[in-house]
């Protein structure tokens, strides 16, 4: 049998850097079953990384499982509609607030892409605004100001990766996030060829300050730029209806992924119909027309693995249980790290957050920079030698979570603030 390390050398000949490029490349998950998962060598973890958020239910549902049995005994992908496929679109739009039409693509990335895209289609501009330190994928668009080291004075977009053509640049303009007077004297002085403002209602784990994603809203009516929430996380997690529901504010477009698919890879954009009739050429013609289509969009297997999932964060009490588990959760850190003395914050949501060593307010992302990365990168580390399973930035709460499984990660992170 082999083991971690083989797996590790195994990797490191066929494969760049030795991983998919995602996660930790020494680490190979070799099962997991509701709130745990185990290693190539056995060991067990609490697992709060969930596949980066996809698994809220926690891994091996039984009746996600039955339901993809079902399905794989009828076929595994058709390149056609599907039942599933429609209904899982119906189901998305009767939760989201900004839903009128739903057009599939496989990965969050993919429709972070066609989303910004479906802006300049429909308004014939070319701008895209996006906030310094937010996530959109990997697009060209979306690798400006993701993660500058020396960040430049706004609006000036920073490539964060090799291959990007300078005149990507020109077609970006970044703002800090919470910091509505820039997003407004940027909008001034470029509101006439600006398509869209994307943002992650949570930024990462950056809660949007109270009024900022209201004031986005109202800038973006006044002056007809698409406003599109990146919901790949926060859909169906901060509540069954995204953020748009916990925040209360509607944009005209929204991107999903993760909690959608089941565990599966697939992927959403979601809008209003005038803006989504740009997928139609028959309704737009040819020079408005945006060309999508994937092998996989729509595959009948993640849909219905989507559609269970929902059917069962739709059950009475699962919000309520889940919110419940993560305040708990930010409690047990919080209450670990005072009584060593360490200067710390919880950002985020309590389904979804992350502890940060700083005495200052975080709102965005250079206040983010300045926070003790490496006191976090040490307190991680020994969470994972102690059988706790986390993304270094983010901790996701999942349902299957256990009193077992909360005892169990006090005591590591007792262990961990005392160590770090």
Excluded at 152 to 169: H, M, T, W, Y
């Amino acid at each position: 049998m082999n083991t971690n390390k083989d797996w590790i050398t195994r990797a490191q000949a066929v494969l760049p850097g030795g991983g998919f490029g995602n996660f930790d490349p020494a680490l190979f998950i070799r099962d997991g079953k509701g709130s745990r998962v185990h290693d190539e060598d056995g060991k067990e973890y609490i697992d709060y990384l969930i596949g980066s958020g996809p698994m809220l239910l926690g891994h091996g549902h039984p009746e996600v499982i039955d339901t993809i049995q079902s399905q794989i005994g009828k076929g595994l992908t058709f390149f056609t509609n599907n039942a599933a496929g429609i209904e899982l679109a119906e189901e998305i739009c009767s939760a989201m607030a900004c839903a009128d039409q739903v057009r599939y693509v496989t990965s969050g990335g993919e429709a972070d892409m066609y989303a910004m895209r479906l802006a300049r289609a429909y308004t014939g501009r070319e701008k895209i605004m996006k906030f310094e330190g937010g996530y959109h994928g990997m697009c060209a668009e979306a690798q400006m100001s993701l993660a500058p080291a020396k960040p430049a004075n706004f609006p000036l977009a920073v490539p964060d990766s090799a291959g990007i053509p300078e005149s990507v640049r020109d077609n970006m303009l970044i703002a800090p996030f919470n910091d509505i007077d820039t997003v407004r004297a940027l909008l001034d002085e470029y509101e006439k060829e600006v398509a869209a403002i994307i943002v992650e209602p949570l930024q990462r784990i950056i809660a949007p300050l109270p009024g900022f994603l209201q004031a986005l809203r109202e800038e973006c009516t006044k002056r007809s730029i698409v406003l599109i929430f990146d919901e790949i996380v926060t859909g169906f997690r901060l509540a069954y209806g995204g953020a748009q529901e916990a925040y209360g504010v509607t944009p005209d477009v929204c991107t999903l992924g993760k909690i959608i698919g089941g565990g599966f890879p697939l992927a959403a954009i979601a809008g209003r119909q005038d803006i989504m009739k740009h997928f139609d050429k028959s309704t737009v013609g040819a020079d408005a027309w945006l060309m999508q289509l994937g092998t996989l969009s729509g595959n009948p297997i993640a849909a219905v693995a989507g559609l269970k999932t929902m059917e069962i964060l739709r059950r009475k009490g699962t919000y309520e249980k889940l919110h419940a588990t993560g305040e708990k959760l930010q409690s047990l850190f919080s209450q670990a790290l005072r009584e060593q003395g360490h200067d710390h914050q919880i950002l985020g949501h309590s389904s979804l957050f992350d502890i940060v060593f700083t005495e200052n307010e975080v709102h965005n992302y250079r206040s983010w920079l300045a926070v003790d990365h490496e006191k976090n990168e040490r307190f991680n580390h020994t969470l994972r030698e102690h059988g706790i399973l986390k993304s270094p930035g983010k901790c996701y709460p999942c349902l299957a979570l256990t009193e077992e499984d909360l005892e169990q990660t006090a005591n590591a992170i007792k262990t961990a603030a005392a160590s770090c």
